[in-house]
């Protein structure tokens, strides 16, 4: 991430992304570059030629997340009756009754694992 940081004050991040550019090639007009070991390097230059990708990744990853978020659970909804659902999930959503998956999400103890199977059921019952 130093690297990184330095790569960007100094104009050369620019050059490294191009695809035709590696770490040496973007660095090699600039005078005191460090000296860096090979995995380090490698690194930087993954970092730098996908950070693109990897923030588009990252943003479809929370809109896919936050969508559900909004989703109404049911009041009569019987949490037994949603396969694979712990029996400690079924009685903490049973005694909040959370009125939408985003409120469920927030109860201590109500795993990851929990919210996907909920929304699953939701998404087969609708």
Do not use: C, M, N
């Not at 009685?91 to 929304?119: C, D, F, M, S, Y």
């Amino acid at each position: 991430d130093a690297e990184l940081a330095r790569l960007g004050r100094t104009g050369q991040l620019a050059l490294l992304r191009q695809p035709a550019h590696d770490w040496r090639s973007a660095t090699a007009g600039a005078g005191a570059a460090p000296t860096l070991p090979d995995d380090v390097v490698d690194e930087v230059e993954t970092q730098a030629k996908y950070a693109g990708y990897i923030a588009q990744a990252q943003k479809a990853l929370s809109r896919h997340h936050e969508a559900h978020d909004t989703w109404a659970v049911p009041a009569d909804l019987d949490f037994a009756a949603v396969k694979g659902l712990s029996k400690e999930a079924q009685e903490k959503l049973g005694k909040h009754r959370p009125p939408t998956v985003g409120h469920a999400k927030q109860l201590p103890g109500i795993t990851p694992a929990a919210i996907t199977l909920l929304v699953i059921h939701l998404r087969r019952s609708a």
